[in-house]
């Protein structure tokens, strides 16, 4: 006769008793976002009946490049956030306890901040005559004047600073949740620490990665300050499209289309983090 596991019993016992306490918070987040999602949707197809908004922005060159830049951008800016997380993250896993908890308040000290004025700084940073190129003038003797913002580095810049936090935490969780006494026994096998990462550290730690770098996809393909400040007129993200024909060409009917579409993209990268996360969660229990 097989038993079920006591921490799994209590893992959904507790989740049952907190259900009456966040099914009203939980009901009321749902309606605010489900009343303006559904009045896009309906907006997007003019009534509800026709596709006329949709086939117009896919025939469009604008959208086309918007979705590129937006697809390809996302990536970088995902991927250079996991690797620069990682190595906080790995940092942290090897601090003591107390250490790690002072060293965390620097990892969130972005999310205090206002992404409008951290934008608004990096423009004074990375400047044509920013903290940057004024250091490299200094250093090197001679005038540098490298082009930093208004392009494709000063979005990446930018949705780096905001999206590595994202991915510190799931890597870290994965990092301090591997056993100790592997890394022991693979230094009496005779293992160098390259190996030891290689073989131990990264592969137990693929889940924290994964769900950082879903996470990160899903914030990086909504960004709209980070492009509309630090990026120039080729890094048009499909957040920036939106805006462009609400507030300029006033076609509400394609901004919806636009919408609805970043939505599916968003959703395409949540519902994978999501089930990963439960997993997780299922997992630890």
Avoid: C
């Amino acid at each position: 006769m097989l038993l079920k596991p006591r921490g799994n019993v209590v893992a959904t016992n507790a989740a049952r008793n907190a259900g009456p306490f966040i099914a009203p918070a939980a009901i009321l987040s749902l309606l605010v976002a489900l009343v303006p999602l559904v009045f896009i949707f309906y907006t997007s197809t003019v009534g509800g009946t026709s596709t006329e908004a949709f086939v117009s922005i896919l025939e469009s060159n604008l959208f086309r490049r918007a979705i590129k830049t937006t697809v390809i951008v996302s990536l970088l800016a995902s991927l250079i956030s996991l690797v620069l997380g990682y190595i906080v993250a790995l940092h942290l896993a090897r601090q003591s306890a107390r250490r790690r908890a002072a060293l965390m308040v620097l990892v969130l000290l972005p999310f205090w901040t206002s992404i409008l004025v951290k934008s608004y700084a990096f423009t004074i940073i990375l400047g044509r005559e920013g903290l940057v190129n004024s250091f490299l003038s200094w250093m090197t003797g001679a005038e540098v004047a490298l082009r930093l913002i208004f392009n494709r580095i000063g979005v990446i810049v930018g949705m780096t600073n905001y999206l590595t936090p994202l991915v510190v935490f799931p890597v870290l969780a994965s990092l301090l949740a591997i056993d100790p006494a592997l890394y022991r026994a693979a230094e009496v096998m005779g293992a160098k620490p390259g190996r030891i990462f290689l073989t131990v550290t990264l592969p137990l730690s693929a889940p924290g990665i994964l769900a950082g770098v879903l996470s990160a996809a899903v914030m990086s393909l909504g960004f709209f300050i980070v492009p509309a400040l630090l990026g120039g007129r080729q890094d048009l993200m499909l957040a920036n499209l939106v805006d462009f024909y609400t507030r300029e060409v006033l076609d509400w009917n394609v901004a919806s289309a636009v919408g609805v579409i970043l939505f599916v993209m968003v959703a395409v990268f949540a519902v994978p983090a999501m089930l990963l996360r439960r997993r997780q969660q299922q997992g630890a229990h």
